[in-house]
């Protein structure tokens, strides 16, 4: 089976903590803090051991948290290439407020990169890219890493054979698509980055598919995947356009749930998927990770069960 390298820049040790009330100038009194190790290729690699897979993870690390992190990793029995970071890996926080189950997010910055962390983790990628394998970029850059990493990636990698699988938005979303570098193998966004980068509204799910056929016959991807939440994931290749839809039984926290979709759909493919069953397998993850609380990824038995039930159609 191919090999599956992740890749976090941007790790973060995440807490999650719950509180009877959040409410402003007054202190509150939490749970002792639950405490994962995050980040978008990060989780992606959790996503893929919790369904029973294998990736390695190829994260920037710096200080304390960083070693945190590490200790963190191989606690969940995750492959780890480390890269030296140019500075203290960051931390994030998820506040749930019992009352209500709404929940507050806050997330740092990250360490400054100077270019010249940016030339090495780029020499570093490429020769831990498996040949022939997935590359999966996913998540954040940290601040003075360049919009135009993914597109100086894609160059970097394609000498490997390795497929790459990018899930970005903003600057780095527009950069590529100006780049004209190596289309990238998949590229995943959700609906509000799509509607953003098309600069008009797409309502339904055939203007979302028109949207992605379009970053298909320019050049940007081979294969480009909209997440339209609760309307179900849409995916369009030169040989058609696909929407699956898997409805979760309970919605507890999105949190993760891009990155568990991103996880089964790599997964599904280095086992020799089609992308149409590979979608499948990755909106059944999307459903069973909001399933789940704050920092917990998709479970391998509602990944099945939501599969079951998870409907493809063509669009």
């Avoid at 993870?57 to 970071?85: C, N, R, S, W, Y």
């Avoid at 959700?190 to 509607?195: G, I, K, S």
């Avoid at 294969?223 to 898997?246: H, K, S, T």
Wanted: net charge negative.
């Amino acid at each position: 089976m191919p090999a599956i390298l992740t890749i976090t820049l941007n790790p973060t040790v995440d807490l999650s903590i719950h509180a009877d009330h959040v409410a402003p100038e007054r202190k509150l009194r939490c749970t002792r803090p639950e405490t994962d190790p995050g980040g978008g290729g990060i989780n992606v690699s959790r996503a893929i051991a919790a369904m029973g897979g294998h990736s390695t993870a190829f994260v920037a690390l710096g200080g304390p948290t960083g070693d945190k992190v590490m200790h963190l990793l191989a606690e969940q029995g995750i492959g780890l290439t480390p890269f030296p970071a140019p500075g203290e890996t960051r931390q994030s926080l998820t506040v749930t407020d019992a009352a209500t189950g709404e929940q507050y997010r806050f997330v740092m910055p990250g360490p400054d990169w100077h270019p010249r962390d940016v030339t090495r983790v780029l020499d570093r990628i490429a020769r831990a890219a498996p040949e022939g394998g997935i590359v999966v970029l996913s998540g954040s850059q940290p601040p003075g890493v360049p919009d135009d990493f993914p597109a100086r990636l894609a160059t970097r990698i394609a000498r490997t054979q390795a497929r790459f699988f990018l899930d970005t938005s903003g600057k780095a979303l527009h950069r590529l698509m100006e780049a004209g570098a190596r289309p990238v193998d998949v590229l995943r966004m959700d609906d509000l980055e799509a509607e953003e980068l098309a600069g008009h509204p797409l309502p339904t799910r055939a203007d979302t598919a028109d949207f992605a056929e379009d970053l298909v016959t320019r050049g940007l991807a081979r294969a480009v995947i909209v997440a339209r939440g609760a309307d179900g994931n849409v995916l369009v290749n030169d040989e058609g356009r696909w929407c699956a839809q898997a409805v979760p039984e309970t919605v507890v926290s999105k949190v993760g749930a891009g990155d568990s979709f991103v996880a089964a759909f790599a997964l599904s493919r280095a086992r020799g998927l089609s992308q149409p069953e590979a979608l499948r397998w990755g909106s059944a993850a999307a459903a069973a990770a909001v399933m789940t609380p704050a920092t917990d990824l998709c479970e391998l038995a509602t990944v099945k069960r939501m599969l079951r039930g998870c409907k493809l159609e063509t669009v």
